[in-house]
């Protein structure tokens, strides 16, 4: 027994077979970030009083400087999963719903990028 229309049939909409991936992607990074946020309030708690010399030594230490990328990279396209079901569901304008994805895609690329350049110019003295 099928619950769809007989309209819906003749016109064969459905799923677009993308949510899925989405919302696996979602998950992971969501599993992902928890040990990472974990990792990154401890160290900072145990660097609150700490100078910047001691916070650019932190940064420089290998271990710290790829964590802390990663720590970025997933956050920051867990944030863009996350925004970008918000504006699917919640903007009903095709142009504004577009344009909106698009500046989203853009804007934490470019935040990521430069976070993620930022921590590497630390690591490497630059």
Known sequence: MSMRTPLGKVRGLGSAKEGTEHWWM???TAIALVPLTIWFVVSLVALID???ATMVAWIQNPFSAALLI???G???YHLKLGVQVVIE???HAEGLKTASLIA???ACWLVALVSIIAVLKIAFGG
């Open 74 to 76: 997933t956050g920051f």
């Open 89 to 91: 569901d919640y903007v």
């Open 26 to 28: 979602q998950r992971l």
């Open 70 to 72: 990663l720590f970025l």
């Open 104 to 106: 989203l895609t853009f």
């Open 50 to 52: 700490a100078g910047h």
